[in-house]
């Protein structure tokens, strides 16, 4: 079940009336700027209950042991929930999956302001209502569960990790394949950025000596890059080649040799295409580019501006690009409805998100699927715990020492957002190309249960592609929900 039109006048408002309640965040304020203690089981057991003969000591210490059995009802709900996946799997009842969003949000408001009990008593009723193979809001809402019951717990908890649970390298590479091939989400980024990046290269043709130079900041996988070879290969002959350099930022050297040996491998199949890869460490400065002279110089920033943790990083990361005067810069980015600050408005903006992804899966894989269960679990599920857990070290004041192990939060924001950025950085949009919303649209088609442009008025079902901003913007969105963004950018 997703949230849609047809809910119930009284629902909506009811929805309505607690999303504006926690959006507004009363004494939200007071609240981030308190410094919070959550709680900590170790310390709670730790306390013997007859450790003074003070009154509120042993008060103190039996509120402790209360909290700490309902901890542990939680985690034996929680695991309840996991092996009873296959006999509770289904359709929420009409009304239920409203009730669970509104219970989830109640859950998280108590988690912000550090009500231990309430917080429990909520997530092991949540617990015991949704499952990982049911409807989408069930799903979806198990996740949120997980990364609202670790950041009670805190990382100084045992059962932080045994929550959060993070997969392995192995389970993340095949999440992430599984939708890279089964959902539009990646192959319209980048799709719409090669498509993008090859005309820019086609425009200096007269000066660039058949010469390709893309700097990507987040190469990951190296997804992106095999159809853009393959492009570049039919337009070269055997007689005149074209260059393609790739400068690829990593995470690690692991996954920076694995990207290269992947891509090489592919790029041999083309004799009439020279490929080099260069792989950089994310972190490393732009002055150990390259360079070579006339070369076509792309900027792929896809997925990667979101990731940084303050306004400083994205605007130096900027002004590097800008010195390089690159002949297009490419932006994707998922797209926002707000900008949101506070722990609360970050949390329903991620909420609406991901409800669409999860969602938008069912167009894709059967209920049933396990394909669909990893991407779920190692892939979105990794990310929603992440978004919950993390905390904005500009908005948020924290201890250093708890703030130094936070991650930094993704910034879902609106578009216009993302221009403003651009612009006060010297860049100016640039139309993309009409080749760039045929592709898209013809990527839904093959992919998925596609919605027709012309079908935009009608926001009944399934994935949908339009133009923004004068045709210098292109849009993946599901229902009623924008996902992501492309745009390209040039150096004024």
Same mark, same amino acid.
């Given at each position: 079940?997703?949230?849609?039109?047809?809910? *119930?006048?009284?629902?909506?408002?009811?929805?309505?009336?607690?999303?504006?309640?926690?959006?507004?965040?009363?004494?939200?304020?007071?609240?981030?700027?308190?410094?919070?203690?959550?709680?900590?089981?170790? &310390? @709670?057991?730790?306390?013997?209950?007859?450790?003074?003969?003070?009154?509120?000591?042993?008060?103190?210490?039996?509120?402790?042991?209360?909290?700490?059995?309902?901890?542990? +009802?939680?985690?034996?709900?929680?695991?309840?929930?996991?092996?009873?996946?296959?006999?509770?799997?289904?359709?929420?009842?009409?009304?239920?999956?409203? =009730?669970?969003?509104?219970?989830?949000?109640?859950?998280?408001? #108590?988690?912000?302001?550090?009500?231990?009990?309430?917080?429990?008593?909520?997530?092991?009723?949540?617990?015991?209502?949704?499952?990982?193979?049911?409807?989408?809001?069930?799903?979806?809402?198990?996740?949120?569960?997980?990364?609202?019951?670790?950041?009670?717990?805190?990382?100084?908890?045992?059962?932080?990790?045994?929550?959060?649970?993070?997969?392995?390298?192995?389970?993340?590479?095949?999440?992430?394949?599984?939708?890279?091939?089964?959902?539009?989400?990646?192959?319209?980024?980048?799709?719409?950025?090669?498509?993008?990046?090859?005309?820019?290269?086609?425009?200096?043709?007269?000066?660039? @000596?058949?010469?390709? =130079?893309? !700097?990507?900041?987040?190469? &990951?996988?190296?997804?992106?890059?095999?159809?853009?070879? %393959?492009?570049?290969?039919?337009?070269?002959?055997?007689? @005149?080649? !074209?260059?393609?350099?790739?400068?690829?930022?990593?995470?690690?050297?692991?996954?920076?040799?694995?990207?290269?040996?992947?891509?090489?491998?592919?790029?041999?199949?083309?004799?009439?295409?020279?490929?080099?890869?260069?792989?950089?460490?994310?972190?490393?400065?732009?002055?150990?580019?390259?360079?070579?002279?006339?070369? *076509?110089?792309?900027?792929?920033?896809?997925?990667?501006?979101?990731?940084?943790?303050?306004?400083?990083?994205?605007?130096?990361?900027?002004?590097?690009? =800008?010195?390089?005067?690159?002949?297009?810069?490419?932006?994707?980015?998922?797209?926002?409805?707000?900008?949101?600050? #506070?722990?609360?408005?970050?949390?329903?903006? #991620?909420?609406?998100?991901?409800?669409?992804?999860?969602?938008?899966?069912?167009?894709?894989?059967? $209920?049933?699927?396990?394909?669909? $269960? &990893?991407?779920?679990?190692?892939?979105?599920?990794?990310?929603?715990?992440?978004?919950?857990?993390?905390?904005?070290?500009?908005?948020?004041?924290?201890?250093?020492?708890?703030?130094?192990?936070?991650?930094?939060?993704?910034?879902?924001?609106?578009?216009?957002?993302?221009?403003?950025?651009?612009?006060?950085?010297?860049?100016?949009?640039? +139309?993309?190309? #009409?080749?760039?919303? !045929?592709?898209?649209?013809?990527?839904?088609?093959?992919?998925?249960?596609?919605?027709?442009?012309?079908?935009?008025?009608? %926001?009944?079902?399934?994935?949908?592609?339009?133009?923004?901003?004068?045709?210098?913007?292109?849009?993946?969105?599901? %229902?009623?929900?924008?996902?992501?963004?492309?745009?390209?950018?040039?150096?004024?």
């Amino acid at each position: 079940m997703f949230l849609r039109a047809e809910d *119930t006048e009284d629902q909506e408002d009811e929805l309505l009336s607690l999303s504006l309640a926690i959006i507004t965040d009363p004494g939200g304020e007071k609240n981030r700027k308190r410094k919070r203690s959550r709680l900590n089981i170790v &310390s @709670n057991t730790q306390k013997p209950l007859n450790d003074s003969n003070n009154n509120s000591s042993t008060s103190s210490s039996y509120e402790g042991y209360n909290c700490e059995g309902k901890i542990f +009802k939680l985690l034996q709900v929680r695991e309840e929930m996991l092996k009873l996946d296959q006999k509770r799997k289904g359709v929420v009842e009409d009304g239920k999956g409203l =009730h669970l969003i509104h219970l989830l949000l109640i859950t998280a408001t #108590s988690v912000d302001e550090n009500n231990v009990n309430s917080a429990l008593e909520n997530l092991t009723e949540l617990y015991q209502s949704v499952s990982l193979m049911g409807d989408s809001v069930q799903r979806v809402v198990a996740y949120f569960a997980d990364g609202l019951a670790a950041r009670l717990l805190t990382r100084k908890s045992p059962f932080y990790d045994m929550i959060i649970k993070e997969p392995t390298n192995e389970e993340e590479f095949l999440a992430f394949t599984c939708l890279y091939r089964v959902s539009p989400y990646y192959q319209f980024a980048h799709f719409t950025a090669n498509q993008a990046i090859l005309e820019a290269f086609e425009r200096d043709e007269d000066i660039n @000596n058949r010469a390709l =130079h893309v !700097i990507d900041f987040d190469v &990951s996988y190296g997804f992106q890059w095999p159809s853009l070879i %393959q492009s570049l290969s039919e337009k070269a002959t055997s007689g @005149n080649r !074209i260059s393609f350099r790739l400068t690829g930022y990593g995470r690690n050297l692991e996954e920076l040799q694995e990207t290269e040996t992947r891509l090489v491998s592919f790029a041999k199949g083309f004799r009439n295409l020279v490929f080099e890869f260069q792989g950089l460490l994310r972190g490393s400065k732009l002055i150990n580019l390259r360079k070579r002279k006339n070369e *076509t110089v792309a900027v792929n920033l896809v997925f990667h501006l979101n990731t940084l943790n303050n306004l400083l990083k994205i605007s130096d990361t900027l002004k590097s690009i =800008h010195s390089l005067k690159p002949s297009i810069v490419i932006l994707v980015e998922q797209e926002g409805s707000r900008s949101p600050r #506070s722990f609360l408005s970050r949390f329903m903006e #991620s909420l609406h998100y991901f409800a669409a992804m999860f969602d938008s899966l069912d167009d894709c894989l059967p $209920l049933e699927s396990g394909e669909r $269960l &990893s991407i779920e679990k190692n892939h979105l599920g990794k990310e929603i715990k992440s978004m919950v857990n993390c905390d904005n070290k500009e908005e948020e004041e924290d201890d250093d020492d708890e703030a130094d192990q936070k991650k930094s939060c993704p910034r879902y924001e609106k578009m216009e957002t993302w221009k403003g950025r651009m612009e006060s950085h010297g860049f100016e949009g640039l +139309k993309l190309g #009409s080749k760039c919303l !045929i592709q898209a649209k013809l990527l839904l088609k093959i992919r998925t249960h596609y919605c027709p442009l012309q079908c935009e008025g009608d %926001q009944s079902g399934g994935f949908r592609v339009f133009e923004r901003d004068d045709g210098k913007a292109l849009s993946l969105g599901w %229902q009623d929900r924008c996902l992501l963004t492309a745009s390209a950018w040039q150096c004024v």
